[in-house]
């Protein structure tokens, strides 16, 4: 239930914060074209008085649901960490079992030259008498 609700929360500041870039990029356009001095029949001063007020109502609405946010990682958050952690042990006891594996390899290669060198001489022997 917990991650419905944060994901309801996270929905909610994603469209408060279409709203706030859609009022942003509003004010700046009005702004601009009536700075060009092309003569507006309303009053300007009353108007970025007013774009004032959305921008802060938007910008405190949006506050009020970063604050509902829950204050930890949601639980797949934490699971992620776990099987890295977990991914990470296992990956350093495979290396040191292939160590290990490559060690015992090395030992039976040399066992074998040993060997093989003792049949050769054996068959040496042999082939001499």
């Not at 009022?23 to 702004?31: F, K, M, P």
């Not at 090395?106 to 093989?116: C, G, K, N, R, T």
Request: proline letters at 4%; hydrophobic letters at 45%.
């Amino acid at each position: 239930m917990a991650t419905v609700v944060s994901a309801d929360l996270v929905t909610l500041l994603q469209l408060r914060l279409v709203r706030l870039s859609e009022l942003l990029y509003a004010t700046v356009g009005e702004l601009q074209r009536d700075a060009a001095g092309q003569g507006t029949n309303y009053d300007a001063g009353g108007r970025a008085q007013g774009f004032a007020t959305e921008l802060s109502d938007c910008v405190v609405g949006l506050q009020e649901l970063v604050h509902k946010l829950p204050p930890q990682p949601p639980q797949p958050l934490l699971m992620i960490k776990q099987l890295q952690q977990q991914s990470s042990n296992l990956s350093q006891q495979l290396q040191q079992e292939q160590q290990q594996a490559e060690l015992k390899l090395q030992q039976a290669q040399e066992l074998h030259a040993v060997l093989a060198g003792a049949m050769l001489a054996h068959s040496a022997t042999l082939a001499a008498s």
